[in-house]
């Protein structure tokens, strides 16, 4: 069983509504990933973390979404003003290592969110 | 850039025929390679990955080698079984930080 936390594993917002998932990853991993993986099941990085520091994150998620990872506390992904393309499956993944490594990732089940 | 690339989305196959999902890798660097598997309503997993040490690595009958020269990390297994029936991800770290997945493939398994 996967020992990485989502919640709520289904959200439904209205366009332009707020959009909050958290993610609580495997005890003792510095370091967090968030994908989306659309109707198509094709992932897309969207940023990570280690520890509370954002390592990278791709132009969308900059200008639309705000994340964090605090110390103590789940990491969170919210998408500021919902859109219907933000329909997708959004994936967080703890490891032990990021960079240039052959650790694995742990994926949690998963935030479903449907915007209408 | 770097890339990972599945050239089939879809492949469908009989109970007991041999099973050979594609995954080649374009990089500047010699990136590691690992197969993800998402079975249906499942949370993605890893199946197996590659070794510093050119080791092949198997699990539940899946094997995967590196070929440096073809920039290719298949995915086989002599056997398939209804079991095997799910979403399959190669997926490289090239040391960017942001671990690279490839488009997906998924393997219908058919009695």
């Known amino acids: 069983?996967?020992?990485?936390?989502?919640?709520?594993?289904?959200?439904?917002?209205?366009?332009?509504?707020?959009?909050?998932?958290?993610?609580?990853?495997?005890?003792?991993?510095?370091?967090?990933?968030?994908?989306?993986?659309?109707?198509?099941?094709?992932?897309?990085?969207?940023?990570?973390?280690?520890?509370?520091?954002?390592?990278?994150?791709?132009?969308?998620?900059?200008?639309?979404?705000?994340?964090?990872?605090?110390?103590?506390?789940?990491?969170?992904?919210?998408?500021?003003?919902?859109?219907?393309?933000?329909s997708a499956l959004y994936l967080c993944a703890s490891s032990l290592k990021g960079q240039l490594s052959n650790e694995r990732l742990f994926f949690g089940h998963g935030t479903k969110l449907s915007v209408l | 850039g770097d890339s990972v690339t599945q050239t089939e989305g879809l492949v469908t196959l009989?109970?007991?025929?041999?099973?050979?999902?594609?995954?080649?890798?374009?990089?500047?660097?010699?990136?590691?390679?690992?197969?993800?598997?998402?079975?249906?309503?499942?949370a993605p997993k890893l199946l197996l990955k590659s070794f510093t040490d050119n080791k092949r690595p198997?699990?539940?009958?899946?094997?995967?080698?590196?070929?440096?020269?073809s920039s290719s990390f298949h995915l086989q297994k002599s056997s398939a079984?209804?079991?095997?029936?799910?979403l399959y991800y190669c997926a490289s770290n090239y040391g960017n930080e942001k671990i690279t997945f490839g488009a997906g493939t998924k393997l219908t398994i058919k009695p």
């Open chain 1, 1 to 86: 069983n996967s020992k990485v936390i989502q919640t709520p594993r289904y959200l439904v917002k209205g366009q332009g509504q707020k959009a909050k998932m958290r993610c609580i990853p495997e005890k003792g991993h510095p370091v967090v990933f968030w994908y989306q993986q659309n109707k198509n099941n094709e992932f897309k990085f969207l940023i990570n973390f280690q520890n509370q520091e954002v390592l990278q994150q791709i132009d969308m998620t900059e200008k639309r979404f705000s994340a964090e990872c605090p110390s103590n506390s789940p990491c969170s992904l919210e998408i500021q003003s919902s859109e219907a393309g933000d």
């Open chain 2, 14 to 42: 009989t109970e007991g025929l041999p099973v050979m999902l594609n995954c080649t890798y374009q990089s500047t660097y010699s990136p590691f390679l690992f197969w993800y598997v998402q079975h249906l309503n499942e």
């Open chain 2, 58 to 69: 198997e699990h539940q009958g899946f094997h995967a080698t590196l070929h440096k020269s």
């Open chain 2, 81 to 86: 079984q209804l079991s095997d029936s799910a």
